[in-house]
Nanobody
Framework: QVQLVESGGGLVQAGGSLRVSCAAS????????TGWFRQAPGKEREFVAA????????AYTNSVKGRFTISRDNTKNTVYLQMNNLKPEDTAVYYC??????????????????WGQGTQVTVSS
């Protein structure tokens, strides 16, 4: 089992940058695939990015490619999402998710077992 805690959200102007972090408990974090999802008001939770267990492979939804970077430091049990050139449409609650038993870059939220509480990211125009 693993517990996830996000941090680093906030308010930023369009074009700005923000990094959100996800700290995981447990000594086996390196065995978990990890993803970032987001949910805007009135919308379904959607996939943003995923990273493999070793961190060697990543995947992104098209709307963030070239702007967002997912990374992980297994020595610190932490996953990061660096967000650059933010747009108002990036405004959402960002959630970290993890699972041990899924494909390395799953974009399917129903496959992830463990979720954090979310961190709000607001981009003003």
């Amino acid at each position: 089992q693993v517990q996830l805690v996000e941090s680093g959200g906030g308010l930023v102007q369009a074009g700005g940058s923000l990094r959100v972090s996800c700290a995981a408990s447990g000594r086996t974090f390196s065995t978990f695939v990890t993803g970032w999802f987001r949910q805007a008001p009135g919308k379904e939770r959607e996939f943003v990015a995923a990273i493999s267990r070793s961190g060697g492979s990543t995947a992104y939804t098209n709307s963030v490619k070239g702007r967002f970077t997912i990374s992980r430091d297994n020595t610190k049990n932490t996953v990061y999402l660096q967000m650059n050139n933010l747009k108002p449409e990036d405004t959402a609650v960002y959630y970290c998710a993890a699972d041990r038993s899924i494909g390395p870059l799953s974009n399917n939220k129903s496959q992830y077992t463990y979720w954090g509480q979310g961190t709000q990211v607001t981009v003003s125009s």
